[in-house]
């Protein structure tokens, strides 16, 4: 049996959206009818009320089950206030009320964990707390036998050259999400899709921007989303990027990743 999950990431509603992309989504999204459908962050561009309910009314269009978590452009920048004592409060009221969120035995096959890596005293980086790793590991060690373990963090974990860096401790989490038997980690903010098995540790996609003109690196000016299918024995992720005279996202590259015969967890399932 093929599980499939759509990966969307880097929305960013206010002035960098490319309004006419959410209808192309939207219409593809239900064609492609994922299992589920993951928002790895930056669902606005500067956290406004008025960002958040278009944000909202988006994600009300969607395939359902979704599993959404907020990225470091969802916490308000000039608003000190709201930034440094609420950071998250718009986005607990228009998106979702909890930025962790656990999908257990909600999609067959899988069992997926959103962990939010904004934080108020950093601009652009991000970083999780042992807490939430905590948090992380006890949901997983209550997933279903056999279900493909897979977290989604918005900051990115590999270095790509980029003036951006990655994540806080990266090596250590995918280390530690290695433990826990994670083998699929989903990321952002890069504003490029990449798919790469970590050492020793998960496989890393990262998405592109699905609707803004913030395309990065490989993908300046471009926008893509990832479709991840897992099977038995394979994780196959494929991105497709938008593609202006057919008016349509089209598969650009797929990648294949064999899963584990056998998952050796040295936490959670002891």
């Not at 056999?146 to 980029?162: E, K, P």
Request: hydrophobic share 35%.
């Amino acid at each position: 049996m093929i599980t499939k999950l759509l990966h969307l990431s880097d929305l960013h509603f206010g002035p960098p959206l490319r309004r006419y992309l959410t209808e192309v989504l939207i219409r593809e999204a239900h064609q492609l009818s994922p299992d589920v459908v993951v928002v790895s962050g930056d669902l606005t561009q500067r956290a406004s009320e008025h960002q958040f309910l278009q944000a909202r009314a988006f994600l009300d269009r969607l395939p359902s089950p979704l599993l959404v978590i907020p990225g470091n452009h969802d916490v308000p920048l000039y608003n000190l206030f709201l930034r440094f004592r609420h950071p998250l409060r718009r986005y607990r009221s228009f998106i979702a009320a909890k930025p962790d969120m656990a999908m257990k035995g909600e999609v067959e096959n899988l069992c997926l964990v959103g962990l939010n890596s904004t934080r108020s005293f950093t601009i652009d980086g991000g970083r999780l707390r042992a807490g939430q790793l905590d948090w992380a590991e006890a949901q997983f060690a209550r997933s279903p036998q056999g279900a493909c373990r897979i977290v989604a963090v918005h900051h990115h974990f590999l270095h790509d050259g980029g003036h951006q860096r990655p994540i806080r401790a990266a090596q250590y989490l995918l280390r530690r999400f290695a433990d826990m038997g994670v083998e699929v980690a989903l990321v952002g903010h890069r504003h490029w899709a990449r798919a790469e098995r970590a050492t020793h540790g998960p496989v890393v996609v990262q998405a592109g921007t699905a609707t803004s003109n913030r395309g990065k690196g490989e993908e300046k000016g471009k926008n893509s989303y990832n479709v991840i299918e897992v099977d038995s024995s394979t994780i196959r992720v494929t991105c497709c990027r938008y593609r202006a005279e057919a008016e349509r996202f089209e598969p650009l590259w797929t990648k294949e990743f064999r899963r584990p015969a056998r998952q050796n967890y040295s936490r959670g399932d002891q």
